[in-house]
Nanobody, 118 residues
Framework: QVQLVESGGGLVQPGGSLRLSCAASGSIGSINSMGWYRQAPGTQRELVARITSTGGRIITYANFVKGRFTISRDDNAKNTVYLQMINLKPEDTAVYYC?????????WGQGTQVTVSS
């Protein structure tokens, strides 16, 4: 079993910044990808950013976050992934979920709330 623990969410004003962290533990094995999704009330969960390890290191961003969000993975503790968010907008308000995929299985964190409001 894999456990994902997120941290770093909160309330921030428009234009502000936040950094989310996700630490994976348990039977991690060989990780295929780690990343972040988000879900606002009344909407479907959507990809924010993802690092894929299989076949090389590939980073994917949703179009709506390019240039504002940066995903990274701890080179020393490869089971940790970060999402640096700058220039946050009210429409970025959502619950952000950490996601890990390995060996055909998908794991989710409990989610961390990000609220962008003045």
């Amino acid at each position: 079993q894999v456990q994902l623990v997120e941290s770093g969410g909160g309330l921030v004003q428009p234009g502000g910044s936040l950094r989310l962290s996700c630490a994976a533990s348990g039977s991690i094995g060989s990780i295929n990808s780690m990343g972040w999704y988000r879900q606002a009330p009344g909407t479907q969960r959507e990809l924010v950013a993802r690092i894929t390890s299989t076949g090389g290191r590939i980073i994917t961003y949703a179009n709506f976050v390019k240039g504002r969000f940066t995903i990274s993975r701890d080179d020393n503790a490869k089971n940790t992934v970060y999402l640096q968010m700058i220039n946050l907008k009210p429409e970025d308000t959502a619950v952000y979920y950490c996601n890990l995929q390995r060996d055909g299985y998908t794991y989710w964190g409990q989610g961390t709330q990000v609220t962008v409001s003045s």
